[in-house]
């Protein structure tokens, strides 16, 4: 069955011919008088599994030529390309989008003519640069169609990982209540609730700190939060002079240059109600609890990042990797002006 | 049994007190006279356990005081206690070092008296830094004592994850042979080999590339050291013009700036025999395999990095964390001029 290469598309011309490539997998896009336009990803991909010949200049076209001219007639056509034949080889239905996406996928079994679109699909290279204003925009794109937005995103060797993202608002239901303000002594980069009985309560009330003997010690990050609260004022050992929380923040951003950026989606998944701890064993800045630490499990890994947060792919790969390993969702936390949002990858294999 | 504070250390000068501390689990140092010293370290475990009152200024101390002055009086104390206090609890005698590490730990259920040194402890804040420099120098001390160097990384919250250290001479058995330089096509940031053959030739030998149909696709790093190897040679698709191993890295340098130090760690491990694909999917430079990738599973993640390689510890501790789950071994390979040194970290519960 074969079809002409015209510029950068391949026609087939008849009728019966058409007809039965479109209904069979439902490549291409049927023309006015019969005939069928193909493009480049779909007729590559009809000709390396034998199921068509491309004509150009009355020549029949090897693979390897015609691998050749897509690629240099069209734009990221070998990421394209790995995308769309993987996808084909799972079954599923896939057409090249026109508009914002690479792809939209019909759910396993199902046809343009006989669903909704289960998938927009974005082909990524994993040397490109993810960038997470960009990113968000086309998920309120892909929300506004009410589809599910699935990344496959190509390695240098041209293995492929795919991501589900979407939005995300988690909450917990501890609401910690300390009535009136505890004091505590600052040490170097930790504080130190002294008195046992203090420490007891401030424990038990939100689960801040950490026993160590019979004194609480708590990071800069929760000291900083209590006292923005007024649950806790803070003194040096020495001079028992009053420490400032600007003076706080000003010594912790000595040692994490980053800490407001922290302190912002601290405070705000402690108000959703949950419990957080540092997640330094897994490399993120938090992890979360939705209820009593010494009960649960952590369900969240969250990354504090900046309003215009960009990073290589590997990175997000990376985290992402890393909390699928310890069965936890992870949780980018964009810390803009107004508020924190959250953005969730799950490995899936579609 | 009261010891007495004296500036920084406390002194128990009852002979027979001094010598049931001693005994009982190997704290402090006995003096001449049979009186016995404790470094704060020592004195603060033993007041918070209980088995010790500490006296100053004929006072007794609350071990909150106790904790105040010991953090005022010794440098890094908070660091050193919680490290100390969980090595002791797990059953260690541990001594404090007063040479180039923080502890001594003798084996479990060893003393001083009947065993040799089990591990060098260096006990450090999560939020200092790791300078590979400084570190190779201290493993080179430990390797000539011929003890394991343990390194016990507190994080924000007094939490503590202990690595083993220790270096690394990962060898294989591959070694790919190619008679005559087999001809390749650069397509932007990947180069093909298009004739079925030679595809299959490559592939077989050394398992370089990765097939997409009939045809083989190599990344521009495998590209770049089989050009260096003169078993490959890559030509432009539309001018069929001769690209050059120099003009090669030029392109690759664009997308990774780092390409050329990778080149040099991949090159190493492909001499040792090893087979070597992208790490993306960890977040690693590469995965490494002993034998056919198809056939077993890749053994280390190897991350190439500069001779003077610095980076935050939450960066080491997150690469060995992935490289755990992934029941994988991570390496650090620290490029210079004469070779590659491989670092490796392993998560211990010692």
Known sequence: MPGELV????IVRD????????????????LSGGALELDVLE??????TGRMQV????????????????ATSCDGFEILYIVYRDLRQRGYVVKPDSGEFDFRVF????TPTTSQTKYWVLAVAERSLFDMTG??????????TRKELLLAIVDEEGDITYYKASRSGPTGHTVGDVASPIEAVLFEDRVLVLEEDRAERLYRNGFYGKKLGKVLQLSLIETAYLMGEDKVTVRTPGSNRKVSLS????????????????????GDLRKRGLIVKTGFKYGAHFRVY???PEKHHAKYLVHAVPEDYKAMWPEISRAVRLAHGVKKDILFGRVSEKDVQYLRFRRVRP
């Open 55 to 70: 004509l150009r200049n009355q020549r029949s076209l090897a693979f390897s030529d015609m691998i050749k001219l897509s």
């Open 135 to 144: 990113f968000l925009e086309e998920m309120a794109r892909s929300e506004r």
């Open 7 to 10: 510029e950068d598309v391949v």
């Open 15 to 30: 009728e019966k011919e058409a007809s039965q490539v479109y209904n069979k997998g439902f490549y291409g896009y049927p």
């Open 43 to 48: 007729a590559c991909y009809l000709l390396e």
């Open 107 to 110: 759910p396993r079994g199902g």
């Open 247 to 266: 003076g706080l923040i000003r010594k912790a951003m000595k040692i994490q240059p980053d800490f407001e950026l922290r302190l912002r989606a601290y």
């Open 290 to 292: 939705e209820a009593d």
